[in-house]
């Protein structure tokens, strides 16, 4: 990568963090994912358990979100295999993919490497950790919850979420690429389970206070159902703040626009409800903000919409146009 050009490092996992990443590919910047791996539910869940590997869905989508291959190719990734009653049912192409060049390899992060080269990735791909690490929650009525699909399924109150083992070590390149970053963007996506995750590993936290690089948090524009029920703008960035310390987000990005009535019924029915701007209480956490009409509607989804987020956050650096494709 050439060395004129800014250092943008994304953190996070779920289906918040490859919508970012597809808008900001887009312009002329040195392009870093950092994602979770303590994903244990469906194909990923199996695959980490099976070949005790980090789990490799987070990874795979955004292998898929930063390819630059023929749209047969990222097909193939994303299949899911829907047939028979065990064995490949259920699993992903991209996943089993990963789990067999890190068999290979004899290296879950090198096998990532060795997969940006076959599907031509745009930029560098880090899981948080080179180890298989366990999410679990403790709830406000004290219970503990372990595993990161069973947290939302308890629909509970969260009180804090924690990995184990608590001596995990973050990848060494990992860090290297928050301290050297002009600016870091926490992705959205669900809170407990796919941003903190990352934010909770052990030196993580303390590499995003030592940088100089601006660090952005793209909040939620939904509440998701059994993890953030009735939270505002100022619950998510105040619970990130309760995990990992002051001094690690600068900037929060917010959805400041009214939402259609058709939108609010279809996500009625998943009970989710908008994040409400609360413009007063989120100045009391003195961050700055950026706010504006940052969504669509894809596929009857709310979305961030990918184009107007991936400008925003190339402004700050003094990036303003994307380049030709």
């Known amino acids: 990568m050439e060395e004129h050009l800014k ?29 979770t791996v303590a994903d244990d539910g469906g194909s990923s869940g199996r695959l980490r358990t099976e070949m005790s590997m980090p789990a490799p869905g987070d990874i795979r989508n955004v292998i898929a979100a930063l390819s630059e291959v023929e749209p047969m190719m990222g097909a193939l990734l994303q299949h899911r295999f829907d047939l028979g009653e065990e064995g490949l049912k259920g699993h992903s192409m991209g996943n089993l993919i990963l789990a067999a060049m890190t068999a290979v390899t004899g290296d879950f992060y090198l096998g990532i ?12 791909i880090y899981p948080v950790a080179n180890q298989n690490l366990f999410l679990s929650a403790e709830m406000k009525d004290g219970e503990i919850v372990v595993g990161e699909s069973n947290i939302p399924k308890a629909n509970k109150p969260i009180h804090r979420v924690f990995l184990e083992p608590e001596t995990a070590e973050p990848l060494p390149e990992a860090m290297e690429a928050i301290i050297a970053s002009d600016l870091i963007v926490i992705s959205p996506g669900s809170l407990y389970t796919s941003t903190l995750p990352n934010l909770i590993v052990p030196q ?15 909040c939620n524009v939904m509440t998701q159902s059994g993890e953030t029920d009735g939270f505002t703008a100022y619950d998510h960035a105040r619970v990130i703040l309760e ?28 009970q989710a409800k908008p994040v409400v701007y609360d413009k007063e209480r989120l100045e009391t956490l003195g961050l700055e903000i950026i706010e504006g009409n940052i969504i669509t509607d894809h596929d009857h989804v709310l979305r961030h919409d990918k184009d107007k987020v991936a400008k925003i956050l190339c402004g700050l650096i003094g990036i303003c146009d994307p380049l030709e494709r």
């Open 7 to 35: 250092k943008v490092t994304v953190l996070g996992g779920g289906t918040g963090m490859p919508v970012i990443l597809r808008g900001l590919k887009k312009y002329p910047i040195d392009l870093s994912a950092i994602v």
């Open 113 to 124: 490497k060795e997969i940006e080269k076959v599907f031509n990735v745009k930029g560098q």
């Open 204 to 218: 993580v936290a303390d590499a995003l206070r030592r940088t100089d690089a601006e660090v952005v948090y793209v």
């Open 243 to 270: 995990h990992v310390g002051e001094g690690v987000i600068d900037t929060i990005l917010v959805h400041s626009e009214g939402f259609s009535q058709d939108i609010l019924d279809r996500y009625l029915e998943e």
